[in-house]
């Protein structure tokens, strides 16, 4: 790979602006090249003067680069420095306490690891635009037959307060030292497994990627498979109305799916940090390959159980009603299993959102849960379509005469109200945490308590307008 590849899939995103602009450096380089004058068009004279000007442009250019990295590095580092000293002093500090235990101790923990992790990032930044540096005066000794690339590094970048990496790595080291002694007693291995970074700009694994195009390749031909079979039963108008109410849901679950998919790759294909923004582990988080391959496998055994309800016949099926269940229970058992399989770490983090969405009143709001519940609020037709199937099943059970209508009542009425109920709960509690100062979020909650009333209404206006 091209080092400006590697350059933008291993640098840091949130700092992006603050190294150097390796491709603005090159692609000045190669306009030069591409504009300098012809010895059969040109004296000797205008070529000199050419290359003495763009010369000056390009290595002024680079010592404007290379002044923004210092000061930002220069800057990072003192504050370490700062952080490593307090932090010295809060763990020998929790070392007195009678219980180490303590939610002091593990927040002093979790605040080391993550220090640890700004250190291994701030390293990275030294080594990748050092690097960066290096190759772009090498290539414009390469393009112009010179030796003043090399000499302009020697003189400016070695000899630069960041080229020096010494106290970064003597902090990794007392990082990883103070971790040892004062929160694994001692055990290094376990420490250091508590530290772990993965390399920056680690590739997926190829049977990843090869596992998520396998998969998504039998969802598009089993979905080619439903819309022809959809097609030859046109006429039957009863099976087609019970297959749209029964698969409606998990349809729309699925396109969801396929469509955060997408956002995570534009997000990281833009460098938006979205693994800082959802407060989330970088040892720990989910690539786009993986959002997709978890959208194609759950849209692909929806697709699967859509086939075997068309055509049950021809699997020697009488009640093809049960097939839609597997839409539901496969992927909720999916995502509340215990064990340590099938991304467990993302599994968990969706379920304490959905659960501090519920509580939300009474926790904290963070950016992950008022975005999962604005999501419930776009997708509350896709609640009601999955209600409608449990309460489906709940009278099919039963043998009940009405099992087979999807007309509304009081109970679609409260599913149509929780996601407004979770905004406007989370509206308040902000407010409440702000100490009532941010009128916007009141004018959020007033948003959402109107939208309540609406919803409430119309579920009035419907059965008096019945009876």
């Not at 500090?93 to 927040?107: E, G, I």
């Not at 955060?260 to 294909?269: P, R, T």
């Not at 959002?291 to 093809?320: C, G, W």
């Amino acid at each position: 790979m091209k080092f400006g590849k590697t350059f933008e899939s291993y640098l840091t995103t949130e700092w992006r602006q603050q190294y150097m602009n390796y491709t603005e450096l090159k692609e000045m380089i190669r306009e030069a090249v591409n504009e300098a004058p012809s010895s059969k068009d040109a004296p000797l004279s205008v070529i000199l003067e050419y290359f003495e000007n763009f010369e000056g442009n390009f290595f002024a250019a680079c010592h404007e680069e290379l002044t923004r990295v210092q000061d930002f590095y220069a800057q990072k580092l003192a504050e370490a420095r700062r952080k490593v000293y307090t932090m010295e002093i809060q763990l020998n500090a929790s070392q007195s306490l009678p219980n180490q235990r303590s939610p002091n101790t593990r927040s002093l923990g979790l605040a080391c690891s993550e220090f640890y992790l700004s250190l291994i990032m701030l390293q990275n930044f030294q080594s990748l635009n050092y690097t960066a540096f290096r190759k772009i005066c090498k290539k414009y000794d390469k393009n112009f037959k010179s030796v003043k690339g090399a000499q302009w590094f020697e003189e400016n970048v070695s000899q630069a307060p960041f080229a020096k990496d010494q106290e970064l790595k003597s902090m990794i080291i007392k990082v990883e030292e103070l971790y040892t002694l004062h929160l694994t007693n001692g055990d290094r291995a376990k420490a250091m497994a508590k530290l772990r970074v993965p390399p920056m700009g680690e590739r997926l694994p190829p049977s990843q990627v090869f596992l998520a195009g396998v998969v998504l390749g039998l969802f598009i031909v089993s979905a080619v498979i439903i819309l022809i079979s959809l097609y030859f039963i046109r006429d039957k108008l009863d099976l087609i109305d019970v297959f749209v109410r029964l698969y409606r849901g998990p349809i729309a679950s699925g396109l969801a799916s396929f469509l955060f998919a997408l956002n995570v790759y534009v997000w990281q294909s833009k460098g938006i940090n979205h693994v800082l923004i959802f407060n989330i582990d970088l040892r720990n988080h989910m690539q786009a390959t993986s959002f997709l391959e978890f959208a194609s496998t759950m849209s692909f055994i929806s697709t699967m159980s859509m086939i075997l309800f068309i055509h049950h016949k021809e699997f020697e099926v009488n009640d093809p009603h049960y097939f839609p269940m597997i839409c539901i229970v496969l992927p909720l058992l999916l995502l509340i299993n215990p064990i340590r399989i099938m991304n467990r770490p993302a599994r968990m983090w969706i379920l304490r959102v959905i659960g501090r969405i519920f509580a939300a009143p009474f926790y904290g709001v963070i950016f992950p849960d008022f975005w999962l519940a604005d999501q419930f609020t776009s997708m509350t037709l896709c609640m009601v379509d999955y209600f409608e199937i449990v309460r489906f099943y709940i009278r099919y059970f039963r043998n009940s005469d009405n099992a087979f209508e999807f007309e509304p009542d009081y109970w679609i009425t409260v599913v149509r109200v929780l996601p407004p109920w979770f905004r406007l709960a989370q509206c308040l509690r902000r407010y409440y945490d702000n100490k009532f100062k941010y009128r916007d979020h009141l004018l959020n909650a007033i948003k959402y308590g109107i939208g309540i009333i609406v919803i409430t209404f119309s579920c009035v206006v419907m059965e008096t307008s019945r009876k």
